[in-house]
């Protein structure tokens, strides 16, 4: 069975980290691109973040420069490095192959004083 498996969410103070990571089971990340997305409450999920399997890395403006997506391998994770958090990264974050409409069950990240 396919599975992915999000952590590393929590409640941080605006300015502060976090990193997310999403592990794989039953699937092969090496073969594949890798996302992440997030879904604020009451707005639609957006793109946030994704890494191709020969590691070149795209980014949604609002995360650029803040954020920085990474990947192992040979440990079946990608991971979100997150950076000088605003309220208004505030959401529930989600690793995704879009590619084979695989995705997590979300961490939520919330960003507040």
């Known amino acids: 069975q396919v599975q992915l498996v999000e952590s590393g969410g929590g409640l941080v103070q605006p300015g502060e980290s976090l990193t997310l990571s999403c592990r794989g089971f039953?699937?092969?990340?090496?073969?594949?691109?890798m996302g992440w997305y997030r879904q604020a409450p009451g707005k639609q999920r957006e793109f946030v973040a994704i890494?191709?399997?020969?590691?070149?890395?795209m980014y949604a403006v609002a995360v650029k420069d803040r954020f920085s997506i990474s990947r192992d391998d040979a440990k079946n994770t990608i991971y979100l490095q997150m950076n000088s958090l605003k309220p208004e990264d505030t959401g529930v974050y989600y690793c995704?192959?879009?590619?084979?409409?695989?995705w997590g069950q979300g961490t939520q990240v919330t960003v507040s004083s």
């Open positions: 039953g699937i092969t990340f090496s073969n594949y691109t």
């Open positions: 995704a192959n879009r590619m084979a409409n695989i």
């Open positions: 890494i191709s399997a020969g590691n070149v890395e």
